[in-house]
């Protein structure tokens, strides 16, 4: 069974930084392209980016609002994920989650962890 | 950049009415579509993919249709559970979702 569990959400000030992570499961992770995408409350879903896998050059591609302020990275060792933000806005704040396909026809998702930008 | 672009925004309907909900690209996506129904507080659902297979567990009162450009996701007959927003999501370039179809209880 394909498991995604995010971590590291709160609270941070504009101009912070905070790191997400998310641990996966039940697939091989090394072949995986990882995506993140976002939902502020209340509002539609946004993809923020993704990382290939490194058969496949492992290159990270991210969304116009975030290039720049954010990087994703793996540890394939971990079969995690990582979502770096730094240069924080109030528009950040959002539940983010991790979601791949996992080399299938379907997509699977996190439960999300909530990031709230404020002062 | 692909575009969806979800229409209409809300759809008012009664229990045991049918549901049309369409999804339109900016550019060509072949079948690489899926549906989501999302309620508040929780992660997307997954309702249908590749366009037009449903994923496991989904009643058959949910179908998906469409390639290209155009998709549609039809509830044939509304259950009370139905009620939630409807996101589409293309994975043929890159990602996009729509911005969503919320369908509530007229």
């Known amino acids: 069974e394909v498991q995604l569990v995010e971590s590291g959400g709160g609270l941070v000030k504009p101009g912070g930084s905070l790191r997400v992570s998310c641990v996966a499961s039940?697939?091989?992770?090394?072949?995986?392209?990882m995506t993140w995408v976002r939902q502020v409350p209340g509002k539609g879903l946004e993809w923020v980016g993704r990382i290939k896998s490194e058969t496949d050059g492992g290159a990270a591609d991210y969304a116009a609002p975030v290039k720049g302020r954010f990087t994703i990275s793996r540890d394939d060792s971990k079969t995690m994920v990582y979502l770096q933000m730094n240069s924080l806005k109030i528009e950040d704040t959002a539940v983010y989650y991790c979601?791949?396909?996992?080399?299938?026809?379907?997509?699977?998702w996190g439960q999300g962890t909530l990031v709230t930008v404020s002062s | 950049e692909v575009v969806l672009t979800q229409s209409p925004g809300t759809l008012s309907l009664s229990p045991g009415e049918r549901a049309t909900l369409s999804c339109r690209a900016s550019q060509s996506v072949g079948t690489y579509l899926v549906w989501y129904q999302q309620k508040p507080g929780q992660t997307p659902r997954l309702l249908i993919y590749?366009?037009?297979s449903r994923a496991t567990g989904i009643p058959d009162r949910f179908s998906g249709s469409g390639s290209g450009t155009d998709f549609t996701l039809t509830i044939s007959r509304l259950e009370p559970e139905d009620f939630a927003v409807y996101y589409c999501?293309?994975?043929?370039?890159?990602?996009?979702f729509g911005q969503g179809t919320k369908v509530e209880i007229k």
């Open positions: 979601t791949t396909f996992a080399r299938t026809d379907t997509p699977y």
């Open positions: 590749g366009a037009s």
């Open positions: 039940g697939f091989t992770f090394s072949n995986a392209w």
């Open positions: 999501h293309q994975y043929g370039s890159s990602w996009a």
